[in-house]
């Protein structure tokens, strides 16, 4: 497909997305939106990717998050309906199959923090700046950002960063656990690409177990998640790749995964 607001790269088995509306700090619009899950959707059936980075063009901003100029006139039914894109957007990278990698540079406050809690990984720069600042125009995160950092961090960092609305530094981002990694900015795309590097050296079914585990498996009551996770680990026993793992473990070589 020919996308206008995204670009798509592939790498090896290294898929790059690029939210590319530089002129507005990468802000996503309806049509970015669609774009953007239209490209996820062709991904999660495309097994020449096995790792997905996303980031935003030029230095300035990872995303802005919801473009503005289409939300400020909404009125309930229409951001409604606006926000359920994002929603879905979002539910469509956490079931992806292929780990997803935020490489964060610049500015992300509202959407473009919300989005990098829904990838498995966040690497960013030290000049990164996360924030979910919708209270300082007269609303709350839409998209699930509220649910998500209470269940991970508790309420009462939930509810300092959503309430107070203010900036969240790199370095500070890491040390309360929504970023893997801080990097000084000339070094960010190495630092993401060696962990994606890394990852898809991996047997692809088992890291799309695992996330599904962590993901969703860890959000039941215990019994039915302990069993969750067990019957994922039962059904990789049934790959190509669990039989190469233990063989070359076993010889003392290599293994060379192939996702089947």
């Not at 699930?144 to 209470?150: E, K, M, S, V, Y």
């Not at 990789?236 to 010889?251: H, P, R, V, W």
């Amino acid at each position: 497909m020919t996308y206008e607001t995204i670009r798509y790269e592939l790498f090896n088995t290294i898929g790059v997305l690029t939210i590319n509306r530089p002129s507005v700090h990468n802000a996503m619009n309806q049509q970015c939106l669609a774009e953007f899950t239209a490209l996820i959707e062709s991904i999660r059936v495309d097994q020449a990717t096995r790792v997905l980075i996303i980031k935003g063009a030029g230095s300035k901003a990872f995303t802005a998050g919801a473009d503005l100029n289409e939300f400020a006139a909404y009125n309930p039914d229409q951001a409604k309906k606006a926000n359920q894109r994002w929603l879905a957007l979002f539910e469509a990278i956490e079931t992806l199959p292929q780990p997803v990698i935020a490489q964060v540079q610049g500015h992300a406050p509202g959407g473009g923090t919300e989005l990098t809690l829904c990838c498995d990984f966040v690497v960013c720069a030290d000049t990164a700046a996360f924030s979910l600042a919708e209270i300082n125009i007269g609303v709350i995160p839409g998209a699930g950002a509220g649910i998500r950092l209470t269940r991970w961090l508790g309420r009462l960092k939930a509810k300092e960063i959503i309430m107070l609305g203010d900036i969240i530094s790199g370095n500070e981002a890491v040390s309360i656990g929504i970023a893997n990694k801080c990097v000084p900015h000339h070094e960010l795309e190495s630092a993401a690409k060696t962990l994606a590097v890394k990852l898809s050296k991996k047997p692809p079914l088992a890291l799309a177990a695992a996330k599904s585990v962590v993901n969703f498996a860890s959000e039941l009551e215990m019994p039915r998640a302990l069993e969750t996770q067990l019957n994922e680990f039962v059904t990789l026993f049934a790959t190509d790749d669990q039989k190469e793992g233990m063989s070359a473990f076993l010889e003392k070589r290599e293994a060379t995964f192939t996702g089947k």
